[in-house]
Nanobody
Framework: QVQLVESGGGLVQAGGSLRLSCSAS????????MGWFRQAPGKEREFVAV????????DYADSVKGRFTISRDNAKNTGYLLMNSLNAEDTAVYYC???????????????????WGQGTQVTVSS
């Protein structure tokens, strides 16, 4: 069993930045592919970014490409999502998640993930 805890969310002005962290416990983070998802009020949970076990392969949703950066530090059992140039459309609860799938389009879907954090709220004021 793996426990995930997100942190780093908050209120930020449009154009600002935040860095989310996802701390894992229970099993080595290096065993898993990590994804970040978000869910805005009244909307479905959507894929944001994914990173493979080593950190060497990343991919992003088109809506965040060039603004967000996903990374991980397996030695610290922690993953990160750096978010720059935030806008009001980025307002959502952000979740980190882990899957044993090593890659491919399946990792863009929430159903592929076995473990989820509780989420952290990000609010961007315009």
């Amino acid at each position: 069993q793996v426990q995930l805890v997100e942190s780093g969310g908050g209120l930020v002005q449009a154009g600002g930045s935040l860095r989310l962290s996802c701390s894992a416990s229970g099993r080595p983070l290096s065993t898993y592919t990590m994804g970040w998802f978000r869910q805005a009020p009244g909307k479905e949970r959507e894929f944001v970014a994914v990173i493979n076990w080593s950190g060497g392969i990343t991919d992003y949703a088109d809506s965040v490409k060039g603004r967000f950066t996903i990374s991980r530090d397996n030695a610290k059992n922690t993953g990160y999502l750096l978010m720059n140039s935030l806008n009001a459309e980025d307002t959502a609860v952000y979740y980190c998640a882990l899957t044993r799938f090593i890659g491919g389009s399946v990792t863009y879907t929430a159903r592929a993930y076995d473990y989820w954090g509780q989420g952290t709220q990000v609010t961007v004021s315009s």
